[in-house]
């Protein structure tokens, strides 16, 4: 994404197998045994989190497991908490866990291993680095979407919102945060804010917060307007540009959102916004539980997966072009 998108990616990790942690058969559970699954995920009120968990329910009834969704309400320390408290009771056969802070999340990772219990690292990395999918902690398998990747192909979606604006030059783009401080937004804004520099943005705006609901969405976009009328394109959190869209009414303003729910698809397939950058999560969230499963019943599986190259056929970089033919797996 950036300018080297289709790089960046293959850099990142395709899908490679393990032939050690991530493929160990040592302890595995009889075929016909029903495991349970912990999904760890950011939020139970989030959409995209909803989404990662219908694949999860979907695969998991599908194949002699049960699931439960620990809700932490974006909140790291509680994530933390939950997760050590489901390794000390040996709930699960199978942690699916999405971070909110993948630094905090290392340890109870690293205990949940040594527990004997099968950990699928989902979307957000477990660990310090935000530019990668290969594993962090040895054992995990990984289903990621790196977050500097993720930027880097909102920036280029960007860049080329502005040329399809008649913007090339002089174009002033505002990237609305999600959440400040963090650490996968920090990372994320980091790289979008160099990538839309080095590809030719004239001005980048990076500090206002959108959040991820429209009503903070809203909000953000009356202050950008207030303090940079002459925007050009926005680039935010699919769920906030919900909110703020009906305030660029009249004005030669797009939009390129994060996340493919129907509500973003409609709005990119009806040309109001120029793209979104599109991770098919519920898919995500089968194939974390797949993946989960699989090495808990014994088999050898991929240590390190890319989502957006696995999963979709366009890179995750969707326009009206590339999401013909597509439908989103999950609405807002």
């Given at each position: 994404m950036a300018i080297g998108v289709a790089a960046a990616v293959a850099v990142a990790g395709c899908s490679k197998p393990d032939s050690s942690a991530a493929g160990s058969a040592a302890s595995a559970a009889p075929a016909d045994k029903k495991l349970s699954i912990g999904f760890f995920g950011f939020a139970k009120a989030n959409s995209f989190a909803q989404a990662t968990w219908a694949g999860i329910q979907e695969?998991?009834?599908?194949?002699?497991?049960?699931?439960?969704?620990?809700?932490?309400?974006?909140?790291?320390?509680?994530?933390?908490?939950?997760?050590?408290?489901?390794?000390?009771?040996?709930?699960?056969?199978?942690?699916?866990?999405?971070?909110?802070?993948?630094?905090?999340?290392?340890?109870?990772?690293?205990?949940?291993?040594?527990?004997?219990?099968?950990?699928?690292?989902?979307?957000?990395?477990v660990g310090g680095k935000y530019d990668t999918a290969d594993?962090?902690?040895?054992?995990?398998?990984?289903?990621?979407?790196?977050?500097?990747?993720?930027?880097?192909?909102?920036?280029?979606?960007?860049?080329?919102?502005?040329?399809?604006?008649?913007?090339?030059?002089?174009?002033?783009?505002a990237y609305l945060q999600g959440f400040a401080n963090y650490p996968l937004d920090t990372a994320r804004t980091k790289a979008a804010a160099d990538a839309l520099k080095a590809g030719g943005a004239a001005e980048v705006i990076s500090n206002f917060v959108g959040g991820y609901t429209p009503d903070t969405g809203r909000a953000a976009m009356q202050n950008l307007l207030q303090a940079h009328p002459d925007v050009n394109v926005v680039i935010g959190s699919s769920q906030a540009l919900e909110g703020a869209t009906p305030l660029a009414s009249g004005k030669k303003i797009t939009f390129v959102g994060n996340g493919g729910s129907t509500q973003a698809y409609g709005f990119v397939n009806d040309g109001t916004w120029y793209g979104v950058y599109s991770v098919p999560e519920k898919k995500s969230g089968a194939k974390a539980a797949e993946l989960g499963?699989?090495?808990?019943?014994?088999?050898?599986?991929?240590?390190?997966?890319?989502?957006?190259?696995?999963?979709?056929?366009?890179?995750?970089?969707?326009?009206?072009?590339?999401?013909?033919?597509?439908t989103a797996d999950y609405s807002d």
């Open positions: 695969y998991a009834n599908a194949n002699n497991a049960e699931a439960t969704f620990l809700d932490s309400n974006f909140d790291g320390p509680t994530q933390v908490n939950q997760l050590q408290d489901a390794v000390t009771s040996k709930r699960y056969d199978v942690v699916i866990v999405q971070a909110n802070d993948g630094t905090a999340m290392v340890n109870p990772v690293k205990q949940a291993i040594a527990a004997g219990i099968t950990v699928v690292v989902e979307f957000t990395p594993p962090q902690v040895p054992g995990t398998i990984n289903i990621i979407d790196p977050p500097t990747v993720n930027g880097d192909g909102l920036a280029k979606l960007g860049i080329d919102a502005c040329k399809s604006a008649g913007a090339a030059t002089g174009c002033k783009v499963l699989a090495k808990a019943r014994g088999q050898s599986v991929p240590e390190s997966t890319v989502v957006c190259t696995t999963l979709t056929s366009f890179d995750c970089l969707g326009t009206k072009a590339s999401l013909q033919g597509q």
